[in-house]
């Protein structure tokens, strides 16, 4: 696969795939990676957050359990939504490199960029976006 940056593969994206895991996710409101989740719920996205303080807790958001690694998702996941620094996204590749089914792809969010896990992923088949909010892309395009 590849890494995608036309709109016309953005829009596949996010028309095509609606099982999103979101690693980084965050229980406050007013920070991206709470409500760029929340708004891809209210649009009928199936949201899985995954944060190791949230899943030791107990907590669930969008009717789905926090869990705290990507091993721990028992459904297929269509999207891996990366909200984490730049220099911590390739701790989760070998995480996403063991998830079966593979994700279609790793979409890492506006800010976050990692290329040479990008390289990785995208040799064993998952198309990856880098750098892109996948509301304001949802927003603008759909």
Known sequence: MTQLQ???DVIRILTENKVIAVVG?????MKPAYYVPEYLYRQGYT?????PALAA???SFFGHRAVST???ISTPVDVVEIFRRS???HEHLP???NMTPPPRVVWMQQGIRDDRTAQALTGRGIDVIQDRCMLADHRALL
């Open 70 to 72: 990507l091993a721990e």
């Open 95 to 97: 995480d996403i490199l």
């Open 47 to 51: 949201i899985i957050p995954v944060n």
């Open 87 to 89: 220099d911590k996204v």
């Open 57 to 59: 807790r107990g907590e």
């Open 6 to 8: 036309s709109i016309p």
């Open 25 to 29: 996710f965050h229980r406050d409101p």
